[in-house]
């Protein structure tokens, strides 16, 4: 079992600027990190959500990331960890813990495929039954699972990590990537005149910014002209659906099932909820948060959280349910007293 010492937390906590307070020996080690329900005398864990405020004093774990306001509430048994934001710090740990890691052993396997006018530079693996097509450039440190199709008009950029089972046309995947299993990126999108239901032949290509993750299942379609982006940062949930020519922003967090129409405009740091809908040629401004659900009918400008159908500002989209749930009781009263008078 992997032990980590108490030292390479400090230290990967300050290299990402995070100051910690804690009265622990650099020496202390940790086997994982757990829940405060699930935690043992070898773990380290965290508390970042009041909701289990309650559960603290049962909390059986080594030490404890954890607010300097509640670390008194900890029993003697659980040493505080004290950071500011105790989530954050749990992210940044949680690298080192992890002993799965997909990083590039350099091996190109001999039952993969790969097209003569393909670039594969250093320390690239591509594992078996994959193929890479023609007019493919793959940079160094790249990871490439089994029975994946890379190519034709792909550049994918170092560091890249792309799990098996995936699908990448004409793209451009930049730095640090992660794209995860059954993935589809660049093909066709959905595109024809309405009238005729002549098929428009897609030219463009999809752009993915530096250091984002696409869920598995998840369609990203290849624009009709110049390219669907994605900005960097950004984190895309399984089974998403981004249509031909969408323009994505950087920080963009968008949950399962939700489905993006084709040539809407999204801002910087979107949150978009699991299942939620929004139509073409739409504009979305920066800091939108647009909750699970919703369907979204309407450009909304910057700093809105909106929801429901169709989505509206979020207090009033609230005061409209209060107000249709007051209806219907009344109405059930109404009822119940006719009926049993």
Not at 50 to 66: E, M, P, R, V
Not at 68 to 83: R, S
Not at 127 to 148: L, P, R
Not at 274 to 290: E, R, W, Y
Request: charge should be positive; aromatic fraction near 8%.
């Amino acid at each position: 079992m992997k032990k980590i010492k108490y030292l390479q937390i400090k230290n990967i906590l300050e290299e990402n600027l995070i100051k910690v307070d804690a009265e622990i020996t650099d020496e202390e080690t940790f086997s994982s990190i757990k829940t405060i329900q699930n935690s043992t005398s070898n773990d380290l864990s965290f508390f970042s959500n009041q909701k289990y405020f309650s559960q603290l004093k049962k909390i059986k774990a080594k030490a404890c990331l954890i607010e300097e306001k509640f670390a008194k509430f900890l029993p003697k048994n659980c040493k505080p960890l004290i950071v500011k934001d105790p989530y954050y710090a749990l992210a940044i740990i949680s690298n080192i813990f992890n002993d799965h890691i997909l990083k590039s052993n350099g091996i190109i396997s001999k039952y993969s495929t790969i097209h003569s006018q393909a670039k594969i530079l250093t320390n690239v693996q591509i594992d078996s039954f994959t193929f890479i097509n023609e007019e493919t450039e793959i940079h160094e440190n790249v990871y490439i699972g089994s029975n994946s199709s890379i190519g034709p008009n792909v550049v994918i950029n170092k560091n890249v990590v792309i799990h098996d089972n995936v699908s990448i046309s004409n793209s451009i995947i930049m730095e640090n990537c992660i794209i995860k299993s059954g993935a589809r990126i660049g093909g066709t999108g959905f595109g024809f005149d309405m009238k005729t239901k002549q098929k428009i032949i897609h030219n463009g290509n999809v752009v993915i910014g530096k250091n984002s993750s696409i869920g598995s299942n998840t369609t990203i379609d290849r624009a009709v002209f110049d390219s669907t982006t994605l900005g960097n940062y950004s984190n895309i949930d399984n089974l998403v659906q981004i249509a031909h020519n969408v323009i994505i922003g950087d920080f963009a967090v968008i949950a399962a099932q939700a489905g993006i129409a084709g040539s809407t405009l999204i801002g910087n740091n979107v949150t978009i909820g699991g299942q939620a809908g929004i139509a073409g040629h739409l504009k979305i401004g920066n800091d939108v948060t647009i909750a699970a659900k919703s369907g979204v009918t309407k450009d909304i400008p910057d700093n809105k959280i909106v929801a429901g159908f169709p989505a509206k500002d979020i207090k009033l989209w609230k005061k409209e349910v209060i107000k249709n749930s007051l209806k219907n009781e009344i109405r059930r009263w109404v009822y119940k007293k006719i009926n049993t008078s």
